[in-house]
Nanobody, 120 residues
Framework: QVQLVESGGGLVQPGGSLLLSCAAS????????MGWYRQAPGKQRELVAA???????DYADSVKDLFTISRDNAKNMVYLQMNRLKPEDTAVYYC??????????????WGQGTPVTVSS
């Protein structure tokens, strides 16, 4: 069974930092695009950052130069380092695995989310 489990969320003051982690089980993340999404109350879920299996990264304009996505294929982990956090970064953050392989076909898996609150 493929599963993604996020951790590292919590309450942080504006200007602070958090490191989110996404642990994958039942599948190797190395063959897939891994992304972090977020959903704030009353808003649609949006892409924050993604990294392809080839190592290319993409970021939402609002988090460029502030957040960094990385992956450790050996540990089957994906991370999101969030710096200089703002109240508008408050949301539930989700990890997503997506891609196609001959073995699994097209696959899309979401984690359960980890809440981040930026407030003084």
């Amino acid at each position: 069974q493929v599963q993604l489990v996020e951790s590292g969320g919590g309450l942080v003051q504006p200007g602070g930092s958090l490191l989110l982690s996404c642990a994958a089980s039942g599948i190797s993340v190395s063959a897939y695009t891994m992304g972090w999404y977020r959903q704030a109350p009353g808003k649609q879920r949006e892409l924050v950052a993604a990294t392809t299996k080839g190592g290319r990264t993409d970021y939402a304009d609002s988090v460029k130069d502030l957040f960094t996505i990385s992956r450790d294929n050996a540990k089957n982990m994906v991370y999101l380092q969030m710096n200089r956090l703002k109240p508008e970064d408050t949301a539930v953050y989700y990890c997503k695995l997506e891609g196609y392989t001959k073995l699994t076909g097209y696959l899309e898996v979401w984690g359960q989310g980890t809440p981040v609150t930026v407030s003084s």
